[in-house]
């Protein structure tokens, strides 16, 4: 089964701190990304990558920076948290291979700037 | 830009009803759709995957139907039961002459469904 990790269920963090996101999955999917969740706003795409050291931007990246070194692993970076980035983080990848494009995704990170 | 759309938005019945969950969206010129499961508070769950050249998927209870040229999609829960309760969203993907989408989502709001015993 593909198995999509995320380092925290729960975050807490100050105004202007700098956040790590991490994201780890275990099939060697080529796509990764970053989403947030807000009631009545819908899951929004952040940033995706689709391939080691590439990314593009989704709908809403302001505020917000990505790296990935290694396919396995997706990070999202926060670069001064701010009370408006407070929110649910979710994180999916899938691969192009096989035809198959199924999204998974990650247990999701609830994160409160205060 | 792709808009998907769920109806209803929130949907309240007794254990052993069949169920019908509606998604739309505006293009039709869609790679795949999607249909997962969120319990509160986590993830989501992959529920059925349906690719553009099928017309529907089958898991257990779940029945998922695709109407491409109109723009539709319906997901059928046969003989609910409380544990079914959980939001259910739709999620499509544009098709690769749509230009490069690299495998990224478009997802409807959503809908709540809540099973009672």
């Known amino acids: ?114 | 830009k792709q808009e998907v759309t769920q109806i209803p938005a929130a949907l309240s019945v007794p254990e052993g009803e069949n169920l019908v969950l509606n998604c739309s969206f505006t293009d039709s010129a869609i790679y795949n759709l999607q249909w997962f499961r969120q319990d509160p508070g986590k993830g989501l769950t992959s529920l059925l995957l349906i690719q553009s050249s099928q017309r529907e998927q089958t898991s257990g209870r779940l029945n998922a139907s695709l109407d491409k040229s109109s723009g539709r999609s319906t997901l059928y829960i046969a003989a609910s039961q409380p544990g079914d309760s959980a939001t259910y969203l739709c999620a499509v993907r544009p098709s690769k002459n749509r230009g490069s989408t690299l495998g990224r989502l478009y997802f409807g709001r959503g809908t709540q469904l809540t099973v009672w015993p």
């Open chain 1, 1 to 114: 089964d593909v198995k999509v990790t995320q380092s925290s269920r729960y975050l807490v963090k100050r105004t202007g701190e700098k956040v790590f996101l991490e994201c780890v999955q275990d099939m060697d999917h080529e796509n990764m990304f970053w989403y947030r969740q807000d009631p009545g706003l819908g899951l929004r795409l952040i940033y995706f990558s689709y391939d080691v050291k590439m990314k593009e931007k989704g709908d809403i990246p302001e505020g917000y920076s990505v790296s990935r070194e290694k396919k396995e692993r997706f990070s999202l970076i926060l670069e001064s948290a701010s009370t408006n980035q407070t929110s649910m983080y979710l994180c999916a990848s899938s691969s192009d291979r096989g035809g198959g494009n199924e999204q998974f995704f990650g247990p999701g990170t609830r994160l409160t700037v205060l």
